[in-house]
């Protein structure tokens, strides 16, 4: 689904996806048009502008995402500003690529995202790991009286996790691992249903509050 509120932009990105083989199963011009459509159209990937009129776009990101299960969010922006960059992880995003990126870059860009890989324009993965080393050095919250043990994780799963911390791509943790690509996307879900986490984000952050992207 692709989401953009310039008309021409729009149909040529819808254009290029579907010329590559994609389903563009709608799209949208404004935020909440997107956050009405995107449940009926249940897209396995938004391509997502931020500057929307009616409401913007990290907030329909946020909304779809806690509604949608599986929904990967590729931000397609103008802006390179950190807080933009940052702001759009923080409500799910899964990637974030700009505007001035060439066709096939972008194809390049859905593809890995549907398959669950974080994608971003070259020089902001290094902004977005710092950012999430920066949070998990910030206290964690008192744990409660009787708080329930933490889930055991298998040995391999641990072992994906502190590959995913370290910031590696699924395609590069399989190939490290000699396993196939969903095999980790596997041990990924499985691993989110532990700890009851709901993305990628969540997920980074918990293995760098525990040293796992260390080492």
């Known amino acids: 689904m692709v989401v953009d509120d310039h008309p021409m932009w729009r ?8 010329e590559a083989g994609f389903d563009v199963v709608a799209t949208a011009g404004d935020g909440e048009q997107a956050v009405r459509r995107a449940p009926a ?11 929307l009129p009616a409401k913007p776009g990290v907030q329909v990101c946020k909304e779809l995402v806690g509604t949608l299960p599986g929904l990967r969010v590729l931000v397609l922006s103008a802006s390179g500003e ?24 972008l194809i390049d860009a859905v593809r890995r995202t549907a398959a669950g890989d974080p994608v971003f324009t070259p020089g902001l993965a290094g902004l977005v790991l710092g950012e999430y080393r920066r949070l998990a050095s910030e206290p964690a919250p008192a744990a ?9 994780l298998t040995d391999r799963e641990t072992e994906v996790l502190r590959l995913v911390a370290k910031g590696l791509s699924y395609k590069q943790i399989a190939e490290r691992l000699v396993i196939s690509h969903r095999t980790v996307q596997n041990h990924v879900q499985n691993t989110l249903g532990k700890l009851q ?13 525990r040293g796992l992207d260390e080492g």
């Open 82 to 105: 950190h807080a933009d960059v940052l702001e759009a992880v923080k409500s799910g995003a899964t990637g974030y690529l700009l505007k001035s990126a060439g066709a096939e870059e």
């Open 41 to 51: 159209a249940a897209p396995d990937v938004l391509v997502l502008d931020l500057n």
């Open 197 to 209: 986490l709901h993305n990628r984000v969540e997920l980074v952050r918990y293995a760098i509050e």
């Open 11 to 18: 149909d040529a990105v819808a254009r290029d996806l579907a």
């Open 144 to 152: 409660g009286a009787g708080e329930p043990e933490a889930p055991r």
